[in-house]
């Protein structure tokens, strides 16, 4: 009898107030609690049990159905986050599987929160008690498929399975056609790090020969200029004086805490508005047209 697994036993007999007893071949009793039942059985009935260990690790049955059993790929939730354990994951018995510390990235920062989702199968630890670890490329290239041509350009789901600073590797949801498709986003095409398990809107940027694709975070960059040159002409008409000590000459660091953009993206948003005559600049300043100080005015 191993942990992880769906066996199919008789029932022995009914134990008050524990609940039944199932007989293996070799004569070991599994206990089948009276809250592991899905349906009214009786002793001689035969049925198809999952099994796995109590909390004082003797081996019991259930009758739910697991989301994945021993040796089998899932998406499980985040139920809870444990500091130095690891991550509890739901596993569709009433009870979490664990996703051990040491599964996780070095950086907290990238460690799954409640709520997040992470791709883990089944295996037992060195007890033989059941845990889960994080699936890897090699096992959702089993599942993936190769990205549509018709995927240029559009916006999908996407989830982290593998967190890095260098890059993001996520596996982009494939919806009615199937599993998903791999994908990475560069560290130039994300604004933060991207934690493991964490659901995010990716745009296709390039789809490679071998099917997997490069994705980004940005729209592309004449839309992404155009929403710029917006957000940043609202800003300029909110204030009173219709100007702002932001210029092409502002640091990048002081125009990512105010816009949240990059320096590249404010240059080629204010290029846009000069060209249409919205704005004009006058060393270190960008102001509205028509409000500049008077001695600058023609």
Same mark, same amino acid.
């Given at each position: 009898? &191993? ?8 029932? !022995?007999? @009914? ?13 070991? !009793?599994?206990?089948?609690? /009276?809250? $592991? ?14 099994? /796995?260990?109590?909390?004082?690790? %003797? ?20 139920? =809870? *986050? +444990? ?18 510390? #040491?599964?996780?990235?070095? /950086? ?7 709520? =997040? ?7 037992? =630890?060195?007890?033989? %008690? ?26 999908? $789901?996407? &989830? ?11 596996? *982009? ?8 498709? &791999?994908?990475? &986003? +560069?560290?130039?095409?994300?604004? #933060?790090?991207?934690?493991?398990? @964490?659901?995010? %809107? ?7 020969? =071998? ?13 992404? #200029?155009? @929403? ?24 990048? $660091? ?21 060209? @249409? ?18 001695? !600058?005015?023609?």
């Amino acid at each position: 009898m &191993i942990a992880g697994t769906i066996v199919t036993l008789p029932i !022995d007999r @009914e134990v008050s107030p524990f609940g039944y007893f199932l007989r293996t071949e070799g004569g070991q !009793d599994i206990l089948l609690h /009276y809250t $592991e039942l899905t349906r009214e059985v009786k002793p001689g009935e035969v049925i198809d049990v999952f099994l /796995y260990f109590d909390t004082e690790d %003797r081996l019991a049955a259930t009758m739910k159905k697991p989301y994945l059993t021993l040796g089998e790929m899932a998406l499980l939730e985040v139920a =809870d *986050v +444990h500091p130095r354990l690891g991550c509890f994951l739901e596993m569709g018995l009433g009870r979490q599987l664990l996703l051990p510390i #040491r599964e996780l990235p070095e /950086y907290k920062e990238l460690h799954p929160r409640v709520g =997040d989702q992470v791709f883990v199968i089944m295996e037992h =630890d060195k007890q033989g %008690r059941l845990k889960a670890k994080l699936a890897g490329e090699q096992d959702l290239a089993v599942k993936a498929f190769h990205a549509p041509t018709t995927w240029m350009n559009e916006w999908h $789901e996407a &989830i982290v399975y593998k967190p890095l600073q260098m890059g993001t590797f996520v596996l *982009v949801e494939g919806g009615v056609l199937g599993f998903g498709a &791999i994908g990475m &986003i +560069h560290a130039s095409e994300r604004n #933060r790090l991207l934690r493991l398990g @964490e659901r995010i %809107r990716v745009r296709v940027a390039h789809i490679r020969e =071998d099917g997997r694709v490069n994705l980004s975070l940005a729209p592309r960059k004449e839309i992404g #200029r155009n @929403e710029d040159a917006d957000r940043i002409l609202a800003y300029l008409e909110e204030r009173p004086s219709g100007s702002m000590p932001y210029s092409d000459a502002t640091p990048p $660091e002081v125009i990512k805490q105010r816009f949240d953009i990059s320096k590249a993206a404010f240059k080629r948003a204010l290029g846009k508005l000069m060209k @249409e005559g919205k704005i004009t600049q006058k060393e270190s300043w960008t102001y509205l047209k028509g409000r500049e100080p008077e001695s !600058d005015r023609k």
